[in-house]
């Protein structure tokens, strides 16, 4: 399996004084596998895994001087770690909190050692431990983008068609293929182990049953970051949110019986555990669109489409034989697939932050299901089910902000017409990262 942040990490490897990385995300999103591919450019790997050794753990508790800490690996661990030519990986660090203190003292003493931490529930860590800006560089990773989907499926060279056809439509026959992809991959989701099974033989079942062990395998997580009392919270918000998506997030809706600010707590916990994500409104009068956010309004999304679908348990052979994706679940399936696109294909140094904007008005509401930044301008972007269909929104939006042009995501092929720019839901990767400039 070929993963994009692996080129960033690879040229990080080639740097002679590399800062410190922590790996961040989800439980089996693939952060140790992105390390333990890493370690194959280096002549020596050391990884530490603090929940399987956690006598290791002395070592910082003694000191952190880095120094000291190498040579008591080197000793206790019998290897090899010098400066030039080893990756030290330190696996599940959460486990080992002086570990992620001492990180910035390996940039400070030990500058040209090649230093890699990951960890799951990391950010329950990360909030009670203080890191000099300058000192560790973050890596936000994601499951498995439609693209990184096609890839690991042997289907590169569809990739690169997108790419090269430059928003142009393509043929009948790769445009049907690439939105048949789109189906599978709204079943399958990103998460690697789920994508890499289907990947050798492409039977569904034995995907799905894997989702389903994931699934459980994060409400087994969920005593480690909660109180007792906060368990049976969780669990409710667990199987609610999918069921809440393309909505404003109400927690009526969950259990009128449990208060907001519970129900809120509990789903603050799940949003540091990088299993959903809020896409809060914005008004959207300038860049960053985050300064401008209602913290009030929110939607959510559940982090993987794949493990979204399982939840609401769907007839995955209704997606194969459904020629129109926005037939699922009333269409918020293609709603959250567009969303999770626009975080998985965001800068991963930084957290991704996705917003809707709406407007309320007796007489004309209006929503745009997602707005942008691309370029330093606002764009809105509307998933829609056909290729004509009600603008209203859009139009509303893109008068009052005096928009260049408008986006429309859908199962219909590229098009340009009266300012929209319409692109199928295979698109997504091509306009978010070449951009889009409608006067060339």
Do not use: C
Request: glycine share 4%; net charge positive.
């Amino acid at each position: 399996m070929k993963r994009d942040l692996s080129e960033k990490l690879n040229l990080w490897a080639g740097k002679k004084k590399p800062k410190p990385v922590i790996l961040r995300g989800p439980r089996q999103v693939g952060k140790s596998w992105l390390a333990q591919k890493l370690g194959e450019k280096f002549q020596n790997f050391v990884e530490i895994n603090f929940e399987m050794q956690p006598e290791i753990k002395v070592f910082f508790e003694n000191s952190l001087e880095p120094v000291k800490i190498v040579t008591d690996i080197t000793n206790y661990l019998q290897v090899e770690i010098s400066s030039h030519n080893t990756l030290l990986f330190f696996d599940e660090i959460q486990q080992a909190p002086k570990a992620i203190t001492a990180l910035r003292y390996f940039y400070e003493k030990m500058p040209e050692l090649h230093v890699i931490a990951a960890g799951s529930l990391l950010e329950f860590e990360l909030r009670n431990i203080s890191i000099p800006v300058g000192r560790v560089s973050f890596y936000y990773v994601y499951p498995l983008t439609f693209s990184e989907y096609l890839t690991a499926l042997g289907n590169h060279n569809l990739r690169e068609m997108i790419k090269e056809n430059n928003f142009f439509e393509l043929s009948d026959p790769f445009h049907e293929k690439l939105l048949q992809e789109v189906r599978n991959y709204a079943i399958i989701g990103g998460m690697p182990e789920v994508v890499d099974e289907y990947s050798k033989n492409f039977n569904l079942q034995n995907s799905i049953n894997i989702q389903s062990d994931i699934l459980q395998t994060y409400i087994t997580d969920f005593h480690k970051y909660a109180r007792k009392s906060q368990l049976k919270y969780l669990s409710k918000l667990f199987t609610a949110v999918p069921h809440q998506a393309g909505q404003k997030f109400k927690y009526s809706n969950v259990d009128k019986n449990i208060k907001s600010t519970v129900l809120g707590e509990a789903l603050d916990l799940l949003e540091m555990a990088g299993i959903i994500y809020k896409v809060y409104h914005s008004s959207a009068n300038g860049i960053p669109l985050g300064a401008q956010t209602n913290l009030s309004k929110f939607k959510v999304i559940f982090f993987d489409i794949g493990l979204t679908q399982r939840i609401l348990n769907l007839d995955y052979n209704k997606f194969l034989l459904s020629s129109d994706i926005f037939l699922i679940h009333n269409g918020t399936i293609a709603e959250l697939i567009v969303g999770l696109e626009l975080i998985g294909y965001s800068n991963p140094r930084e957290k991704s932050a996705v917003f809707y904007w709406h407007r309320e008005k007796r007489s004309s509401n209006a929503e745009i299901d997602y707005v942008i930044p691309v370029n330093n301008k606002i764009i809105p972007v509307e998933v829609k089910s056909s290729a004509t269909g009600s603008m209203k929104s859009l139009k509303i939006f893109m008068a009052s902000r005096q928009s260049q042009f408008g986006v429309k995501i859908s199962t219909h092929p590229y098009s340009f017409h009266n300012k929209v720019l319409s692109i199928p839901f295979y698109g997504i990767e091509h306009f978010i990262k070449a951009g889009y400039d409608p006067d060339l």
